[in-house]
């Protein structure tokens, strides 16, 4: 799972919409307001084209084939044995597996000839967390601080991802890429008094958001789970909004508990615990 301010983590996908966008930036009309339109013949150029990482089209190792782009044409068509068919697909599944492998074992080669080693946190460490995302209600960024803390660490996430317990005020996601920590460094004599830290934080700029009331419902729409939100204040049924599960605060996913526990069927997020 991604965390916060790394987009690092989806950039196979970040790399792909670059694609996307060549494809259609030649053919999209002057309003670009036609682009929706040529999705499904980008997708099929995508597909049809051979890929680094295989040597192969992604169509080709799906199906074992080429799809006709030209007008189909009239012919008698034989089918082969499905014991050599299946086995012919297997071998090109096995090879792609292989091809893929290498690629990954390729950019490891490259990315980590620039990476150091995370340091290893353990929970009750104090860290600084990096103060380039986060906007206070100071004037000026270029003299306002670099680094806030220090926080103590709540939990490992993982081995890249630590929680930090930070002021109940700052509505911001409280896990962070190790990157955006760095270990507080204090004397013996002087430990840091978090207690202090968390009464005495800088106030970040909030965002302007409503308040919600509840959640009335939930359905998958494109293989996502969003879920339908009562604003409070906004009773009409018609200004609810459907809502996936990133656009959700701590409070918010409370609410989405509550949801869960009286409608214990109803469509549910993989990332909500049951």
């Not at 339109?37 to 190792?61: I, R």
């Not at 299946?86 to 091809?99: L, P, V």
């Not at 946190?121 to 004037?139: C, E, F, Q, S, W």
Request: glycine share 4%; charged share 25%; aromatic share 10%.
């Amino acid at each position: 799972m991604s965390t916060a301010f790394h987009p690092v983590t989806d950039g196979q996908t970040e790399r792909l919409n670059q694609t996307i966008e060549s494809y259609l930036r030649p053919f999209v009309s002057k309003e670009q307001d036609d682009w929706v339109q040529l999705l499904p013949m980008a997708e099929y150029a995508y597909n049809n084209s051979v890929t680094s990482a295989t040597g192969l089209s992604p169509f080709f190792a799906n199906y074992g084939r080429h799809p006709e782009t030209l007008t189909p044409r009239e012919i008698n068509v034989q089918y082969p044995g499905s014991e050599a068919y299946a086995h012919w697909m297997q071998k090109t599944i096995e090879d792609n597996s292989e091809a893929l492998k290498k690629a990954r074992e390729r950019m490891e080669h490259y990315v980590n000839k620039s990476r150091s080693a995370a340091p290893a946190y353990k929970v009750g460490d104090p860290v600084m967390l990096n103060g380039r995302h986060i906007k206070t209600r100071r004037p000026c960024r270029n003299l306002d601080h670099k680094y806030h803390g220090p926080f103590q660490v709540e939990r490992i996430m993982s081995p890249t991802a630590v929680r930090l317990t930070l002021p109940i005020h700052w509505k911001i996601h409280p896990t962070f890429h190790v990157s955006e920590v760095e270990p507080h460094v204090h004397g013996s004599r002087n430990p840091p008094d978090f207690a202090k830290v968390l009464r005495e934080a800088e106030e970040i700029e909030a965002d302007e958001e409503f308040d919600m009331e509840s959640v009335e419902g939930s359905i998958i729409r494109r293989n996502r789970v969003l879920y339908h939100v009562k604003w409070l204040g906004w009773p009409r049924k018609k200004d609810w909004t459907y809502e996936p599960f990133e656009n959700f605060s701590i409070g918010g996913l409370e609410k989405i508990k509550q949801f869960h526990l009286r409608k214990p069927d109803a469509p549910r997020d993989y990332r909500i615990s049951t």
